[in-house]
């Protein structure tokens, strides 16, 4: 189950990606520091720490994602200060669970349909506020690929382009296409970028 990803930093450095791939699944998570703080880094880095760490110590048994980011909000914002977006998820056959709290987003995209799979989740208050609201992913049946992204994607690359480039590209090509759709004219980005694209149907 291929996955490719990148992080490309502008100037607040805040965005973090991580991806566990396990012997029958593969655990993603994408978390957007807020800027301001001067704590959005770390923190984002705190939730991909914590993912990885509980991620790594897997084998066939269910993670309950809602309650590992809950965790990540009250320690946060007992310890550190700095606030950031999550999304999490857990991808076993074609099948996905995870949580997710922001605005980065996950969607699965096939030939025949695109479906939101962070919809319903709360923008805000963001983990570290110790108030986050996380929302549950599935469990959800998909096709075709998924891709999870911060708003340095969705804020600048038009929806149906990001769509067009997730479905066409060759998945090596698919996350440096967007990272380009998403540069100004001069070269430079609006805002750091995070991406990650996972495809169940091509063969590693």
Known sequence: ????????????????????????RVVIAVADGAGGTGSGGPAAQAVCDAVRQTAAALTDEAVDWVSLLRRIDAELAQNLGGQTTAVVLDIQGRTVTGASVGDSEALCASEAEVVDLTRHQHRKPLLGSGEAIVTPIG??????????????????????????????????????????????????????????????????
């Open 1 to 24: 189950m291929p996955t490719e990803s990148r992080v490309v930093s502008g100037s607040l450095d805040e965005d973090r990606v991580v991806v566990v791939p396990l012997a029958h």
């Open 139 to 204: 469990p959800v049946w998909y096709s075709g690929r998924i891709v999870v992204v911060t708003d340095g994607i969705t804020k600048y690359v038009p929806y149906q382009k990001m769509i067009e480039i997730v479905r066409t590209a060759p998945l090596e090509e698919a996350i440096p296409s967007l990272v380009e759709a998403a540069r100004l004219p001069n070269g430079e980005l609006q805002d750091d970028v995070a991406a990650v694209l996972h495809d169940a149907d091509t063969q590693s």
